[in-house]
C-alpha cells in the first residue's frame, strides 16, 4: 500500500511540476560539449540557433549504457517515449517523439543516413550496444536544420563516433549481468597517437537475454573500428587535413515477440508470447523454437576534413571541407513456422501423394532482406569574424547522393508434404532502388553578439523503382519520383549583456514521401501522396550558474498526414491513408537545478494537444465484405499522443566518484486508433529506475567503474505499445487487440576497468 501510495506521489508531483530533463533545451546541457575536429560539424546546430534540442556528452551517455539499450540514452529525453517488443529495452526498440514514431524521426551517423530507404525506420537491434561507439548525441526536436537523409517529420538525431584521435592508449574491459539471464560484455583497445599522425581503436561487444517476454531472446554481437590518419607535413609545418575510417558491425539474433498479447491477458499471463505457436495434426499446440529475426549489417565510411583560418582585411576566415563517402551492407532473414496454409498462396500447385491430393501444408519460411545503401556527403562552410566589429557571418553548402538496392525475397526451407518442391524454393522476389539526393544552403548571420539571423534552404530528389512480385504474390511493380524544397528561418535574441535571458522563433517546412508498406499495400485508385509539415517553434532560455530553464511551444501543422484510418486494400491489408488536416500543439518544459555540488535536480515535461481535424474511420463489416462501415467522427486525437510527458531526475553524489540517481517517468493516456475511444487504450503509467555508480581512482589500475541498477523499482504493471483491429460481424462490433506489457522490477550491475 505504501508502495502504491509513494508512485502515486511520484506521478503527480511530476505532472504538477510540469517538466523534465536533464537540460535545457536549446542548452539542455549546463556545460556544452564542444565539437571534435573530425565530427561532421554541418549537421549539428551551435547553441544560438533558433531550434529546440538536446545535447549527449560521451560523460553522460556512458553513465546511462545500462543494459546496452538504446532506450537507456533516449527515455528521459524531452517529449520522448520508448519501447520494445521483448520488454526489456534490448532486442527490437521504438521511439516516438512528441508523439511521431520512428520512420519520421530522421537519424544519421557522423552525418550519414541511417534510416532505411525503404521504410525509412531506425532499427537500433542491428547495431547494438551503440552507446558505447558514441562519443556525442545531438536531438533537435521538431524540423530543426537540414541535414542529410530522410525528411525530419519529429526530429533529427545526430550519433557522433567516438574518436580514436583523441584518446590516449587504452585497454577497456567490462562486464554487467542481471535479471532475465542478461550478461553483457565489451572490450575495447586503442593505440593513442602514433607519431602525431595515426591513431586507431577497436571494440566488441556481445549482448545475451532471454527477455521479459516469453522466448523474446536476443543474442547481440557488434564490432566498431575506427582509425585517423594526419596529412601533416612536418618540414614545411603545413596541415593537408585528417583521413577517418569507421567500420560499425552488427549481427542480430532474436526470437520475434511482435504479436503483443491481447487485453483480456493483461491480468493473468503478461509474459505470454503467441508467435511460434502452432497446432499439429493431432490439434496439440506446440511451439517452433527458431522463429526467429536474423540480420547483419556492416557500416563502412571514409572522411576527409579539411580545416584552415585566415586573417585578411580586418576578418577571420575559418574554412571548413567535410567529405564523406560510405556503404552500408545489410542481409537476413526471419523465419517462422507456418501450419496449414494452401499451397496456392506460395504459388506452389496440388500434387498427389498415395491416394491424396495435397492441397495444403505445413512449412517454414524465411523471409530475407539483401540490400545496399552506398554514397557521397559533402559540405562547405566559410565563418567570417570581424575583428573591429563584434559580428559572425557563417555560411554552409551541403548534400549527399546516396543509391539504396535492396532485394526481397521468400525461401520454403522445410514442409510437411514437399512433394516435389525443391529445397529452399523461393515464392516471390521483388527489388527496390531507390536514389536519394538532397543540396541544401545555410545562411547564420550576427550583426551584433545579441542577435542571430539564420536561412536554412534545402532541395530533395528522390527515385523509387519497384519491380517483381510481393509475398502475397501481386505484381508491385511501379515507379516514383519526388521533389522537394524545405526552407527554413528563424531568430535568436538574448535580452542582456551576460547572454543569460534568451528568445527565440523559427518556421520550418519538411516534406516526407510515402514508404514502401505505404505504397505497395494501397490499391491504385488510393496511391497515397507526399505529407507536408509546417514547424513552428517559438522560445525562452535561461542559463545561469546553477540554474538553467528553456520554455518551448511548437505548433506543428499537417497536410496530407499518413495515418491508419482502417481502410483496406483489394485483398483485406491494412494500408496507411492521408488525412486532409492534423496539427500538435505542445509546450515543452525543461529545469537543470544544482544548488550545491553534492545535488543535482531535472526536470523536463511536455504538454500538447494532438488533433485530426473531419476524421473519418472506417471498420470492416464481414456480413458485407470487403465493404466497410464508415465513421464520420469530427476531430479526433491522433493515436499514440500522449498529452502529458513528465521525466524527474535527482543526483546525489554524496561522497566523491559516488552518485545516486533516482529518475522518474510519467506518460499519459495514448489512443490505439485515431477515434478517441477511452475503450481502447494505453493506459498512464509512472516508472521509476534507481542507479548507483562508484568510480574507485588506483595506482595499479587507473580506473575502476561500479555499477548497479534497479529499474521499476516500483514493480508497475505498465504496456508502452500496443494494436487495435474492430470489425462488425451481425451487427455488432468486435475487435481484436495486443498490448506490450514491460518487465516489472528488474536489475542490472557490472564493473568497467579501464587500464
Not at 538536446?54 to 549504457?65: A, F
Not at 517462422?336 to 519460411?365: A, H
Not at 556527403?377 to 548534400?399: A, H, P, Y
Request: net charge negative; with cysteine.
Amino acid at each position: 500500500m505504501i508502495k502504491q501510495h509513494l508512485t502515486t506521489f511520484i506521478c503527480c508531483t511530476l505532472t504538477l511540476l510540469g517538466s523534465v530533463e536533464m537540460a535545457v533545451a536549446q542548452k539542455d546541457s549546463l556545460n556544452p560539449v564542444k565539437l571534435k575536429p573530425m565530427e561532421l560539424h554541418f549537421v549539428r546546430p551551435g547553441n544560438e540557433l533558433p531550434f529546440s534540442g538536446t545535447e549527449l556528452d560521451r560523460e553522460t551517455i556512458e553513465e546511462r549504457q545500462g543494459n546496452g539499450s538504446i532506450n537507456n540514452l533516449l527515455e528521459n529525453i524531452p517529449s520522448v517515449v520508448t519501447t520494445s517488443d521483448a520488454g526489456t529495452g534490448i532486442g527490437y526498440t521504438y521511439m516516438r517523439i512528441r508523439g511521431i514514431d520512428h520512420t519520421r524521426i530522421n537519424a544519421t551517423i557522423n552525418g550519414i543516413e541511417l534510416n532505411d530507404a525503404e521504410s525509412q525506420g531506425t532499427w537500433f537491434v542491428n547495431l547494438p550496444d551503440f552507446a558505447s561507439h558514441t562519443g556525442n548525441l545531438s536531438i533537435q526536436r521538431g524540423v530543426g536544420t537540414s541535414s542529410n537523409g530522410s525528411a525530419a517529420f519529429g526530429a533529427s538525431m545526430n550519433f557522433s563516433t567516438l574518436e580514436a584521435g583523441f584518446l590516449k592508449p587504452f585497454l577497456e574491459i567490462s562486464s554487467a549481468a542481471g535479471s532475465f539471464y542478461t550478461f553483457k560484455n565489451t572490450i575495447s583497445i586503442g593505440t593513442g597517437p602514433v607519431n602525431d599522425r595515426f591513431s586507431s581503436s577497436v571494440s566488441y561487444s556481445n549482448i545475451q537475454s532471454k527477455g521479459y517476454i516469453d522466448r523474446a531472446t536476443a543474442n547481440l554481437n557488434s564490432l566498431f573500428f575506427t582509425a585517423d590518419y594526419r596529412l601533416l607535413n612536418k618540414k614545411k609545418n603545413k596541415n593537408f587535413g585528417t583521413l577517418k575510417f569507421n567500420l560499425l558491425y552488427g549481427k542480430e539474433i532474436t526470437g520475434l515477440a511482435w504479436d503483443g498479447i491481447s487485453s483480456d491477458m493483461l491480468e493473468t499471463d503478461r509474459t505470454y508470447n503467441p508467435c511460434g505457436e502452432y497446432y499439429d495434426a493431432l490439434g496439440n499446440l506446440n511451439y517452433y523454437d527458431n522463429e526467429t529475426d536474423n540480420y547483419q549489417q556492416t557500416h563502412y565510411q571514409l572522411f576527409y576534413q579539411y580545416r584552415k583560418a585566415i586573417d585578411k582585411n580586418n576578418r577571420k576566415h575559418q574554412y571548413d571541407l567535410n567529405i564523406g563517402m560510405h556503404l552500408t551492407r545489410g542481409i537476413g532473414y526471419y523465419e517462422q513456422y507456418k501450419d496449414d496454409k494452401k499451397l496456392s498462396e506460395y504459388d506452389l500447385s496440388p500434387f498427389i501423394l498415395g491416394t491424396d491430393t495435397i492441397k495444403r501444408s505445413d512449412l517454414i519460411t524465411r523471409k530475407y532482406l539483401d540490400n545496399y545503401f552506398y554514397g557521397l556527403t559533402f559540405n562547405f562552410s566559410d565563418e567570417i569574424k570581424s575583428k573591429i566589429k563584434q559580428r559572425m557571418l557563417r555560411w554552409t553548402v551541403g548534400g549527399a547522393v546516396n543509391r539504396y538496392d535492396g532485394g526481397h525475397y521468400g525461401t520454403i526451407i522445410w514442409m510437411q508434404y514437399a512433394g516435389l518442391v525443391p529445397a529452399n524454393a523461393r515464392w516471390y522476389n521483388n527489388t527496390g532502388n531507390k536514389i536519394q539526393s538532397n543540396l541544401y544552403g545555410k545562411l547564420e548571420f550576427m550583426p551584433s553578439p545579441k542577435w542571430m539571423l539564420y536561412a536554412d534552404a534545402q532541395y530533395r530528389f528522390i527515385d523509387y523503382q519497384i519491380d517483381g512480385m510481393d509475398d502475397n504474390l501481386a505484381d508491385i511493380t511501379q515507379h516514383l519520383t519526388w521533389n522537394f524544397f524545405n526552407p527554413k528561418i528563424g531568430i535568436h535574441y538574448y535580452l542582456d549583456n551576460r547572454k543569460e535571458h534568451a528568445l527565440y522563433f523559427s518556421f520550418a517546412q519538411s516534406h516526407r514521401e510515402p514508404t514502401r508498406s505505404d505504397i505497395v499495400d494501397a490499391p491504385d485508385a488510393k496511391k497515397p501522396v507526399a505529407e507536408t509539415l509546417y514547424d513552428f517553434e517559438l522560445g525562452y532560455s535561461l542559463q545561469l550558474n546553477k540554474f538553467a530553464f528553456n520554455a518551448n511551444g511548437y505548433f506543428m501543422y499537417y497536410d496530407d498526414q499518413l495515418v491508419l484510418t482502417g481502410e483496406i486494400n483489394d485483398v483485406g491489408d491494412a494500408i496507411m491513408a492521408n488525412v486532409d488536416k492534423s496539427y500538435r500543439l505542445g509546450l515543452e518544459l525543461v529545469t537543470s537545478y544544482r544548488p550545491a555540488k553534492f545535488f543535482l535536480w531535472r526536470i523536463n515535461g511536455t504538454f500538447s494537444i494532438n488533433k485530426i481535424l473531419n476524421y473519418t474511420h472506417y471498420v470492416d463489416d464481414y456480413d458485407n465484405w470487403p465493404e466497410q462501415v464508415v465513421l464520420e467522427l469530427g476531430t479526433t486525437d491522433i493515436s499514440f499522443s500522449p498529452n502529458i510527458l513528465a521525466s524527474n531526475e535527482f543526483v546525489f553524489t554524496p561522497v566523491k566518484n559516488f552518485d545516486i540517481t533516482f529518475a522518474t517517468k510519467f506518460v499519459s493516456k495514448q489512443y490505439l486508433d485515431n477515434t478517441g475511444d477511452n475503450k481502447h487504450l494505453i493506459n498512464p503509467y509512472c516508472v521509476s529506475n534507481l542507479g548507483l555508480s562508484y568510480k574507485i581512482i588506483t595506482l595499479p589500475i587507473p580506473e575502476i567503474n561500479i555499477f548497479f541498477q534497479v529499474n521499476n523499482i516500483f514493480n508497475a504493471k505498465y504496456e508502452s505499445n500496443g494494436w487495435l483491429y474492430r470489425y462488425y460481424e451481425g451487427g455488432a462490433e468486435y475487435y481484436s487487440d495486443g498490448y506490450f506489457p514491460q518487465a516489472g522490477i528488474n536489475f542490472m550491475g557490472g564493473v568497467k576497468i579501464k587500464l
